[in-house]
């Protein structure tokens, strides 16, 4: 018989609000829940943002996050409950037996350390091995998670590599002090999916080869699919469902999951440009530091008003960079942005405060895109005193007409971004958008860390508002379905280059070149197995060439 590693047992997890004026109220987060994992095994849990998913995850550390504490249950690893286990028990295995990835990597590495100092930390505390083991280790991690320069890239700090790249350091992190459970809180959010292929494949071979445990948090029925031998369902706190990857994929008995299943990305019809762009970006050359290496390469594209330009490619391919040309914060080398008719200077201390108002910007990490002191109601509100002038009763109307519109509702004006889950944050970051009336928004992956539902919902407002107010949109992902659902014209980008670009139709309409048929076939499928079959692909493609 397999050997029971976690058993959780009617788990209970509670946070205290303090409503403004009103007495302080106990709110509920995880009711109830129970679950067992075996060695060598993965649970998925699935669910909407806010269904309480990173929460159970955190428990098996005996960490709650702020203002969230253990009130009932047990927690039981390796055979002892850890919630009785002191501070000191709980630290001890901490980064030995457990061990986290977390959603936002940028949030949680130290900018200050170099990135293998980071890596074999945990390794070094607990005495699994000597410096020059933990970083063997660590480098034959970083090959086997494809990232570039594995015998060097250990010597960077963290602003130094991609996003995407820097959330693979992290699952190597995890990996080399060899735990005996880890627990993945959206690990392929922020990877782009030729990247994430491999990324899967690697989780996969790493608890095979290791046998270690893992609890896989995420909102992507497709991703999960190919990790999981277990999926359990989570709504509101509670459970609603547990079996099999392939029952709960094939069939799905609670109404909630079946929809989770079968959600349906939305169907745009591309619109055709209108006479006159609100961007256009003409031959921008950019690079970071002393100049000796290009990030962007003679980039030149347009957005028309009313219209969507989605923005493809592979973590490090120029994408955000492209964003951070535009908005002023890294000057062209050469090459000019027309925004509106006009030329913008190049840097953003340059730009006077209309241009501020009518460029906003959706960051990819909502972690570290807002003020950690600030409540929702400070956050959103500030554009609407900065542009408009509102203040008191008038501002805090408008802030709960947006909390409305991205489906939050006017009680969370008073929260902190650490009470909000990692969906909720994001949907803050697009109200604080909305709120200053703007003529184009750069989204940055502004859907990776939302469940399908709340995504399409996230998706279809987008859209309407897009249709009311004409606002132009420049939207960054690396998910094809998202693509597909919102885009009038695409560009890929491939190491600083725009390889394709053109109107939706034309771009995802064969024959393609060999990077956007690889993006395109790399596309997770709600199939299980899809994973090894796309390895197979990929390896049969690359002996052809």
């Given at each position: 018989m397999a050997e029971t590693l976690l058993d959780i047992r009617n788990l209970r997890i509670e946070a205290t609000t303090y409503p403004p004026g009103e007495p302080p109220r106990t709110v509920t987060i995880v009711d109830g829940v129970s679950l067992t994992l075996e060695k060598g095994k993965v649970l998925g849990l699935i669910g909407e943002s806010g269904a309480g998913k990173s929460t159970i995850g955190l428990s098996p550390m005996g960490y709650g996050r702020g203002g969230v504490r253990i009130t009932g249950g047990e927690v039981i690893l390796n055979g002892r409950d850890i919630l009785k286990a002191g501070r000191q028990g709980v630290r001890?295995?901490?980064?030995?037996?457990?061990?986290?990835?977390?959603?936002?990597?940028?949030?949680?590495?130290?900018?200050?350390?170099?990135?293998?100092?980071?890596?074999?930390?945990?390794?070094?505390?607990?005495?699994?091995?000597?410096?020059?083991?933990?970083?063997?280790?660590?480098?034959t991690l970083f090959r086997k998670?494809?990232?570039?320069?594995?015998?060097?890239?250990?010597?960077?700090?963290?602003?130094?590599?991609?996003?995407?790249?820097?959330?693979?350091?992290?699952?190597?992190?995890?990996?080399?002090?060899?735990?005996?459970?880890?627990?993945?809180?959206?690990?392929?959010?922020?990877?782009?999916?030729?990247?994430?292929?491999?990324?899967?494949?690697?989780?996969?071979?790493?608890?095979?080869?290791?046998?270690?445990?893992?609890?896989?948090?995420?909102?992507?029925?497709?991703?999960?699919?190919?990790?999981?031998?277990?999926?359990?369902?989570?709504?509101?706190?509670?459970?609603?469902?547990?079996?099999?990857?392939?029952?709960?994929?094939?069939?799905?008995?609670?109404?909630?999951?079946?929809?989770?299943?079968?959600?349906?990305?939305?169907?745009?019809?591309?619109?055709?440009?209108?006479?006159?762009?609100?961007?256009?970006?003409?031959?921008?050359?950019?690079?970071?530091?002393?100049?000796?290496?290009?990030?962007?390469?003679?980039?030149?594209?347009?957005?028309?008003?009313?219209?969507t330009l989605a923005v493809v490619g592979e973590s490090g391919s120029g994408k955000s960079t492209l964003a951070r040309a535009i908005t002023g914060l890294l000057p062209p080398q050469r090459g000019e942005i027309v925004f509106d008719g006009r030329k913008l200077p190049n840097r953003l201390a340059d730009r006077g405060k209309e241009d501020l108002r009518q460029l906003q910007m959706i960051y990819q990490m909502a972690d570290v895109a807002m003020n950690p002191r600030h409540t929702v109601g400070t956050i959103i509100g500030r554009p609407l005193s900065f542009y408009f002038g509102l203040r008191g009763a008038e501002r805090d109307r408008r802030v709960n007409e947006l909390l409305d519109e991205i489906e939050m509702g006017k009680g969370f004006i008073d929260r902190y971004p650490a009470e909000l889950?990692?969906?909720?944050?994001?949907?803050?970051?697009?109200?604080?958008?909305?709120?200053?009336?703007?003529?184009?928004?750069?989204?940055?992956?502004?859907?990776?860390?939302l469940d399908p539902l709340v995504a399409n919902g996230i998706l279809k407002l987008l859209l309407n508002l897009q249709q009311i107010e004409q606002v132009a949109y420049l939207f960054i992902t690396h998910d094809i379905a998202t693509v597909k659902s919102i885009a009038d014209s695409i560009a890929v980008m491939y190491r600083g280059e725009v390889v394709r670009y053109g109107a939706k139709s034309q771009v995802l309409t064969p024959p393609f070149d060999d990077y956007t048929d690889l993006l395109l076939s790399s596309v997770p499928e709600m199939e299980i197995g899809w994973l090894e079959t796309a390895i197979a692909g990929r390896k049969m493609a690359s002996a052809g060439n």
């Open positions: 001890a295995l901490r980064g030995k037996e457990v061990c986290y990835v977390a959603q936002s990597a940028a949030a949680a590495f130290n900018p200050a350390q170099r990135l293998m100092d980071q890596v074999v930390e945990s390794s070094l505390k607990h005495g699994v091995a000597s410096r020059a083991e933990a970083e063997r280790r660590a480098v998670l494809s990232l570039p320069d594995p015998e060097n890239i250990g010597r960077r700090f963290p602003h130094q590599v991609s996003g995407g790249q820097l959330q693979r350091v992290m699952t190597a992190m995890a990996l080399c002090p060899e735990p005996d459970l880890i627990i993945f809180d959206e690990p392929t959010t922020a990877l782009d999916v030729t990247t994430q292929i491999d990324v899967l494949a690697a989780i996969k071979e790493a608890i095979r080869s290791t046998g270690v445990a893992a609890l896989y948090i995420t909102h992507d029925l497709a991703v999960v699919a190919q990790v999981s031998d277990d999926i359990m369902v989570l709504r509101h706190g509670k459970m609603v469902e547990k079996g099999t990857a392939r029952q709960i994929i094939q069939e799905p008995g609670e109404a909630y999951t079946q929809a989770l299943v079968s959600v349906h990305r939305i169907e745009h019809q591309e619109k055709p440009p209108g006479p006159k762009p609100v961007l256009s970006v003409r031959n921008v050359t950019a690079s970071y530091g002393n100049g000796a290496v290009n990030v962007l390469k003679d980039v030149s594209v347009e957005i028309h008003p009313g219209q889950s990692g969906g909720q944050k994001q949907r803050v970051c697009i109200a604080r958008a909305l709120a200053a009336k703007p003529k184009l928004i750069i989204c940055d992956e502004v859907t990776s860390a």
